[in-house]
């Protein structure tokens, strides 16, 4: 898809809508975990699952910022039509996906035991959690394989196959799931397996669709290797994003600390019902926010300002209008996602009273995403990483930090998410708006 001509709110919308679906059949991966272990296994076991999910998000969000970068530098090139760079690009990341992959697996599957201690896991949880993390991290580079070869595809304009991949393989994670767990009785190492397996086939599917690719950014096994200038450019843009989105998933796990001091199992699980409700909602402006990446890149490779502007202005109402609208859905449909993961009536109370808690401040992260993707096209990683790292690492620490020292219920722990939310929507839209960020793109692009 060439988004330099064209209808804006149309280009976002096609762009968007199989990113929408891509990230939803994505997030179905733990969800569906969730749900199986929550009604076959138990809570404690939905609960294990719950408190993976920081740890899971911590490692690989730091690799989808690379992604990101990577396909900063990908949409770069294919807007300014320079197809060598585009081919170099596509064949180092191909090498670094390798590196990374491997390297994540070694470090993380000695470490369990330490990072479950580390957000304060309760020892009847702790047994479920060791056994879903090690199985999940020993094939973590089939995840970061697809997401790396998703984000090439996205980057040239094509989200429809990354979709059907996704597709294909959260449909064989369910029947995988149902099979280990309901017939085998493999319990929490059965939803983990099937995750693994599911991830194997699309990385995969998203590599044999690269290697049969148009030239211009097909894969080539044989001219895979490192070109040390374009990693390290590689690196320059996918680093803050890798560093911002793996730290603040790893605040996240402090807020899970807090939740998990409680020792209560119904509040732990309503807490891991609630986080996975939350992974949904924010999917439609995360998509918007990536649209906007991609849509920048382009333009600005094209030396369209303007149109990239207008393409962020377009993003914030389609994005602002979603989360209005997602927060009616939730206002009236709470309890019944909640009993989707278990009807324990504990459970069910704590995962309303924490979804509830969130409703009127959701909007916020229309400003966020979308500006923060705005930045990230033009090549500005650096500032939406400080932002969102003050926003969702250092004002949440803080406010749980201060608060819970005078008032320590599920109530204020709670309120930790939005007040991350909140912080982050503002300062993103004042940067975006006064900082002369477009004026740095052109004068790097001058020199």
Same mark, same amino acid.
Request: net charge positive; charged share 10%; glycine share 8%.
């Given at each position: 898809?060439?988004?330099?001509?064209?209808?804006?709110? /149309?280009?976002?919308?096609?762009?968007?809508?199989?990113?929408?679906?891509?990230?939803?059949?994505?997030?179905?991966?733990?969800?569906?975990?969730?749900?199986?272990?929550?009604?076959?296994?138990?809570?404690?076991?939905?609960?294990?699952?719950?408190?993976?999910?920081?740890?899971?998000?911590?490692?690989?969000?730091?690799?989808?910022?690379?992604?990101?970068?990577?396909?900063?530098?990908? #949409? &770069?090139?294919?807007?300014?039509?320079?197809?060598?760079?585009?081919?170099?690009?596509?064949?180092?990341?191909?090498?670094?996906?390798?590196?990374?992959?491997?390297?994540?697996?070694?470090?993380?599957?000695?470490?369990?035991?330490?990072?479950?201690?580390?957000?304060?896991?309760?020892?009847?949880?702790?047994?479920?959690? #060791?056994?879903?993390?090690?199985?999940?991290?020993?094939?973590?580079?089939?995840?970061?394989?697809?997401?790396?070869?998703?984000?090439?595809?996205?980057?040239?304009?094509?989200?429809?196959?990354?979709?059907?991949?996704?597709?294909?393989?959260?449909?064989?994670?369910?029947?995988?799931?149902?099979?280990?767990?309901?017939?085998?009785?493999?319990?929490?190492?059965?939803?983990?397996?099937?995750?693994?397996?599911?991830?194997?086939?699309?990385?995969?599917?998203?590599?044999?669709?690269?290697?049969?690719?148009?030239?211009?950014?097909?894969?080539?096994? /044989?001219?895979?290797?490192?070109?040390?200038?374009?990693?390290?450019?590689?690196?320059?843009?996918?680093?803050?994003?890798?560093?911002?989105?793996?730290?603040?998933?790893?605040? &996240?796990?402090?807020?899970?600390?807090?939740?998990?001091?409680?020792?209560?199992?119904?509040?732990?699980?309503?807490?891991?019902?609630?986080?996975?409700?939350?992974?949904?909602?924010?999917?439609?402006?995360?998509?918007?926010?990536?649209?906007?990446?991609?849509?920048?890149?382009?333009?600005?490779?094209?030396? /369209?300002?303007?149109?990239? /502007?207008?393409?962020?202005?377009?993003?914030?109402?389609?994005?602002?209008?979603?989360?209005?609208?997602?927060?009616?859905?939730?206002?009236?449909?709470?309890?019944?996602?909640?009993?989707?993961?278990?009807?324990?009536?504990?459970?069910?109370?704590?995962?309303?009273?924490?979804?509830?808690?969130?409703?009127?401040?959701?909007?916020?992260?229309?400003? &966020?995403?979308?500006?923060?993707?705005?930045?990230?096209?033009?090549?500005?990683?650096?500032?939406?990483?400080?932002?969102?790292?003050?926003?969702?690492?250092?004002?949440?620490?803080?406010?749980?930090?201060?608060?819970?020292?005078?008032?320590? &219920?599920?109530?204020?722990?709670?309120?930790?998410?939005?007040?991350?939310?909140?912080?982050?929507?503002?300062?993103?839209?004042?940067?975006?708006?006064?900082?002369?960020?477009?004026?740095?793109?052109?004068?790097?692009?001058?020199?």
């Amino acid at each position: 898809m060439d988004m330099t001509e064209g209808n804006i709110w /149309k280009l976002l919308s096609l762009f968007a809508v199989p990113l929408l679906f891509g990230n939803l059949f994505q997030q179905l991966y733990n969800t569906v975990d969730s749900i199986i272990v929550g009604n076959f296994v138990g809570k404690n076991a939905l609960a294990a699952v719950g408190s993976t999910t920081v740890i899971c998000n911590t490692m690989v969000n730091f690799f989808n910022g690379i992604s990101i970068g990577a396909g900063v530098l990908i #949409s &770069n090139y294919y807007g300014a039509r320079d197809q060598e760079n585009l081919q170099r690009t596509i064949h180092t990341i191909a090498s670094l996906t390798v590196i990374l992959g491997v390297g994540v697996t070694l470090f993380s599957v000695p470490w369990v035991p330490f990072m479950l201690k580390m957000i304060s896991t309760p020892d009847d949880v702790i047994g479920y959690a #060791s056994v879903y993390l090690r199985i999940y991290f020993l094939g973590i580079v089939f995840l970061f394989t697809y997401n790396m070869g998703s984000s090439v595809l996205r980057a040239v304009g094509d989200t429809k196959r990354p979709l059907y991949f996704l597709i294909t393989s959260s449909l064989l994670n369910i029947a995988l799931d149902l099979l280990f767990v309901v017939v085998f009785h493999w319990g929490i190492a059965g939803v983990a397996a099937a995750t693994v397996l599911s991830q194997a086939v699309s990385a995969i599917l998203v590599c044999a669709a690269l290697m049969r690719a148009e030239e211009a950014y097909k894969l080539r096994v /044989k001219r895979i290797c490192m070109d040390t200038a374009l990693c390290r450019r590689i690196l320059l843009l996918g680093l803050p994003i890798g560093v911002q989105q793996s730290l603040t998933a790893f605040s &996240n796990a402090f807020v899970q600390s807090y939740i998990n001091a409680f020792g209560s199992a119904a509040i732990m699980a309503g807490w891991s019902c609630h986080i996975k409700i939350d992974q949904f909602c924010i999917l439609p402006v995360m998509s918007i926010g990536q649209s906007v990446t991609t849509f920048v890149s382009q333009n600005l490779g094209a030396k /369209k300002l303007e149109r990239a /502007k207008a393409g962020v202005r377009t993003a914030v109402y389609m994005g602002t209008g979603l989360l209005l609208l997602i927060c009616v859905i939730l206002a009236f449909t709470s309890g019944n996602m909640v009993k989707l993961f278990n009807r324990d009536t504990e459970v069910v109370y704590y995962g309303v009273l924490f979804v509830w808690m969130s409703i009127p401040f959701r909007f916020f992260s229309a400003w &966020n995403q979308t500006y923060a993707g705005a930045l990230r096209g033009s090549g500005n990683t650096k500032a939406s990483m400080l932002i969102m790292l003050f926003s969702l690492v250092i004002c949440r620490q803080v406010y749980l930090f201060v608060i819970t020292r005078f008032v320590n &219920n599920v109530y204020t722990v709670g309120l930790g998410y939005p007040v991350g939310w909140i912080c982050c929507g503002l300062l993103s839209r004042w940067y975006y708006k006064h900082s002369g960020w477009e004026e740095t793109y052109i004068g790097r692009e001058k020199r």
